[in-house]
Nanobody, 119 residues
Framework: QVRLVESGGGLVQAGESLRLSCSASGSIVRISTMNWYRQAPGKQRELVAVITYGGSTNYADSVKGRFTISRDNAKNTVFLQMNSLQPEDTAVYYC?????????????WGQGTQVTVSS
């Protein structure tokens, strides 16, 4: 079993920055991709950023140029640096990790951390 714990959320004003962290612990074989999702009130959960084990990244169009995802494979930790935050970035942010055991994918989720951006 893998446990993900997010931290770093909070309340900021528009234009400010936050850095989210997510650490994985437990029976980790090797985590493949680590991702950040978010869910705003009344909306579906959306993928924000993806990073592969090798460091390749991809972003939702809405955050490109403002958010940066990174990871420390040795510590099984993923980060999301969020700059120039806007009220529309307000959401619960979830960490997601995918690992493979004998080619079978296993999907893990954190509990989420609230990010609130005031105008």
């Amino acid at each position: 079993q893998v446990r993900l714990v997010e931290s770093g959320g909070g309340l900021v004003q528009a234009g400010e920055s936050l850095r989210l962290s997510c650490s994985a612990s437990g029976s980790i074989v090797r985590i493949s991709t680590m991702n950040w999702y978010r869910q705003a009130p009344g909306k579906q959960r959306e993928l924000v950023a993806v990073i592969t084990y090798g460091g390749s990244t991809n972003y939702a169009d809405s955050v490109k140029g403002r958010f940066t995802i990174s990871r420390d494979n040795a510590k099984n930790t993923v980060f999301l640096q969020m700059n120039s935050l806007q009220p529309e970035d307000t959401a619960v942010y979830y960490c997601n990790a995918v690992s493979f055991v004998s080619l079978v994918p296993y999907d893990y989720w954190g509990q989420g951390t609230q990010v609130t951006v005031s105008s």
